[in-house]
């Protein structure tokens, strides 16, 4: 199950998943962030913070997940992973070739550190 805190005078999503992942958190995220999207164009940024990945239930919540993260990727200037997950670390190093978001990891204490980063926006280019 993914939690999720939606700052929407920054554009910023936090996800916190506490439990295997499922088809359903997918569902309801898109419900919250696809209006937004239609009227802002884009989110300012993405923040996971978990201790650990807690898997998925299912296929079915993988496959949900994979088109979730197809159908919004382009649609995302920044994902801060805050983490100290191995699994998770290495997030940033395999997103930047699927992803057109500017992705970065964080030790799981320096929330506020990520927040901040999402904040600034995106690298000018």
Same mark, same amino acid.
């Not at 920054?10 to 999207?37: N, T």
């Not at 995302?76 to 992803?99: C, E, N, W, Y």
């Given at each position: +199950?993914?939690?999720?805190? &939606? +700052?929407?005078?920054?554009?910023? !999503?936090? *996800?916190?998943?506490? $439990?295997? *992942? ?5 569902? /309801?995220?898109? $419900?919250? %962030? ?8 884009? *989110?300012? $940024?993405?923040?996971? #913070? ?8 299912? *296929?079915? =919540?993988? %496959?949900?997940? !994979?088109?979730? #993260? ?5 649609? #995302?200037?920044?994902? =801060? ?5 191995? &699994?998770?670390?290495?997030?940033? !190093?395999?997103?930047?070739?699927? %992803? ?10 320096? /929330? ?8 600034? $926006?995106?690298?000018?280019?």
């Amino acid at each position: +199950m993914i939690k999720f805190e &939606f +700052m929407r005078d920054q554009g910023i !999503l936090i *996800l916190s998943p506490d $439990g295997p *992942l499922e088809k359903a958190d997918f569902e /309801r995220l898109a $419900g919250e %962030v696809d209006p937004f999207i239609a009227a802002n164009g884009k *989110l300012n $940024g993405v923040m996971l #913070v978990a201790k650990a990945f807690p898997g998925w239930g299912n *296929l079915d =919540a993988f %496959v949900s997940h !994979l088109r979730f #993260v197809r159908d919004h990727h382009e649609k #995302v200037a920044r994902v =801060a992973a805050v983490t100290d997950s191995g &699994f998770i670390k290495v997030m940033p !190093l395999l997103a930047q070739h699927f %992803v057109a978001a500017e992705v970065r990891q964080f030790p799981f204490d320096q /929330r506020a550190e990520a927040l901040a980063w999402l904040e600034e $926006g995106p690298t000018a280019e």
